[in-house]
């Protein structure tokens, strides 16, 4: 009879926890890291993630290249909005830190829900783009011919990669467009983003140009070898028709994440503005803002901010402190790999040792020479000459960068974060704002970019 009595206890206490467990989930369901649960995320259009890798033998690589297309099939309207590398996140399981960090750590799946949770949508579909078939995918088509805007030199010492276009037109092949694209400076991802879009334009125009028939059987071959989708054939059909309507009636809708560019423990982020992001994706979307969903982005918003401002008052959690090793144990691994391939080639050895010798002296020494490049920004040619005698009265040598595009703001870039470097060029004798951008190659202590407010 006991016995009896007990199994019917634990049944009552079973069946109690069985409903509380119900009753759990549906009055405190799991929400995502954005605060909102899954079917709270806007999707009424369909979303396809596009991710442009670059993957690598000894490394899983990154989402270098990251965007949303969102598809109307009712309208067969699209629009296309650009999420920056650099873009600060929480990653589920790992803390805060870049979005295209999100591939190395948990792949496809893992950037998608990433992207899910910041912009508060439903993805439906990806689509994966091999970078290293980009060259071939622009050879493909006989090259694209693109208006350079600028001068372009840039050295990336973690991946070996250099770019060196001239400013003006020029017909690029596979290997010369592709420096275009990743092209970094000042701007940092906004200029990449817009050179992006411009490329796209580029190979739109010359796979839709009459002499493209010639190239078809060698363009399906690449196309086939460097992306990877769950995308239907016929949706794919659909959102191609649907792009090359829109860009032949009234050019595509393009759209940015936005927010700015912040400096945190000596990385680059782009910090997104929540709250304007979720207004845009109601906007794109072709939504209603609710409450929740209002609500959502306000508490996510406090949550971006919360974690920045602990990070730079010194806070030493686990979560925060996360980010920031990850980004120099990566570092520190590419520099090291680097350093082997330099010293198996045997004379390139010798001449690695001494330029990391020189560069470590230079850094040593630099409160002392406080060497800058001066690139004038301004508009004005006496601006040059003017701010040039100005930094050698105070004390810098002064090696000449040439000009460059106007900018509204004088800003003096340091390529170290040694605190004795940066001191020195915070005593620059005018108006500036201050960036720190490690370059352990770096002929100098710092960059001074001239803008139009140089008096």
Partial sequence: MKSIFQTKILLLVAAVCVVAYVAFGYFFPDKGLDNLNPEDRLSLKKNIIVMGVDERSDDVGRSDTLFVVMFDSKTKAASLLSVPRDTRV???????????????????????????????IKVNNYVMVDFKGFEGLVDAIGGIDIDVEKDMYYHDTWDGFTVDLKKGRQHLNGKTAIQYVRFRDEEGDIGRIRRQQHFLMAVYDKITSADMLLHIPGLAKQLTSMVKTDMPLSDMIDIGRALHSMVKEKGLSMAMVPGEPKYIDGISYWLPDITDLRELMVQMQGATMTERYKSAAELMEQEYNSAVEKVEKGDDSEENKEAIKEEKELKAKKEEKAKEEKDAEGEQAKEQKNDAAKAEAKQTASSGRGVVRLVNCSGSKSAGADAAARLRSAGFEVVSGGSGEIIAETTVISTTNNGAVVNRLSNVPFAHKMRISRDGAADCDGVVMLGADFK
């Fill in 90 to 120: 929480r990653i589920e399981g790992h803390g805060w830190d870049k979005i295209n960090h999100a591939y190395a750590y948990g792949g496809q799946k893992l950037t998608q829900k990433t992207v899910e949770e910041l912009l508060g």
